[in-house]
């Protein structure tokens, strides 16, 4: 494998030509051939490392609001074969990479829940390009990707921003050539661990009951993740169901996996006829970056980094959690910034900006800003969202 040289010189243009016919056409992709069950959601909690016990404990479930195990609104993401991210990566752009960008989501009401069944619309929205300190030319795209139920039921809408990059560039721009990864001290773990367990009780406390007496300026506790390491990131990319071998049907039309990535990048669709850990993604295709050093330095990161899908999925957790299950988020759109790193903690905070009790739907519905940094106060993505309470 040889990696891109590094080194000044001229930054290279991106051709975009192929993408230009992808935009607004309605396209294919995967969905799962089987109903979702009971363990997909647990498996689900368990690799977002989220410990709201409503979404793995049936006992602690039936005692709620819903009398059942339900999915976290979070989960839907769980349910497309590219993070929501597939119709934002249209068009071939050669020696290109992508990271993700942010996702705005908008959701209509049903739940997630075992037996259930989703299809998906998807497209191209729009496309622009603009300099960036990481790659220069960076092209950002916006795919829409509509969730939908086996009863016809709209359960969510995402509009996915995918960042796609020149790997030429980000060498020649070297962003993160200084990024060495952290050592954490063991009373500097055992701190973390600590506030780890606050936040959890943050909402145990709050239990089966609704979050009333909301108030702007309020804020919302803090939630640590990480550091982040290879195993967890290996944690996170099997709890998505696209990642089991023979888990998804394809259908239509859909150039995602012929984007241009590098060789190194792509997927063996032959050779996966044989031994499908050659199409796997995280063995061999664009995802092995994430957990195998070799394989992130060549496309221009320090070192294994997490999932765009999984800040999106943090953040949702987050809110939710807080909000308790009386709660729904009806509307959030988040700006990513930078990856977690391996060596990384993730911290999420949040405050609710105002509460609007004048909603249509009759409850309150508060709006909340939410920052995600690292161990060092960088921003690694920020965002807004509305979540509709309970008023009684």
Known sequence: MQEPKTGDGALSTLDTSDVDQWVGKPLGGGRMKDPVEANDIRRWAQGMQNPNPLYFDEAYAADGRFERLVAPQSFAVCMDTSHGAGPAIQGTVPGQHMIFGGDEWWFHGPRIEPGDRINHERMLFDYKVANTKFSGPTMFSRGDTTYINQGGDVVCKQRSTS?????????????????????????????????????ARSFLDLGHEKRLFVSAGDKLPTRPIGPHTLMSFTT????????????????GETSTNTSGWLPEMSRDEEGAK???????????????????PRYAKLIGMPRGYGYGASMGAWVLDYLSNWGGEWSFIRHIDMQYRSPALTGDATFLDGEVLNVDHGDASGQPLASVKVTMTNQDGAVMAAGKAEIELSNA
């Open 163 to 199: 960042v796609r990059y020149l790997v030429e560039n980000a060498h020649k721009l070297g962003l993160f050539a200084d990024n060495k990864e952290r050592d954490w001290t063991d009373e500097e773990l055992e701190d973390l661990e600590k506030r780890k367990f606050e936040y």
């Open 236 to 251: 996170e990319w099997r709890s998505y169901l696209m990642t089991v071998w023979g888990a998804v049907d394809w259908y």
């Open 274 to 292: 044989i031994d499908p850990a050659q199409a796997d993604g995280l063995y061999k295709g664009p995802s092995r970056g994430h957990v195998q």
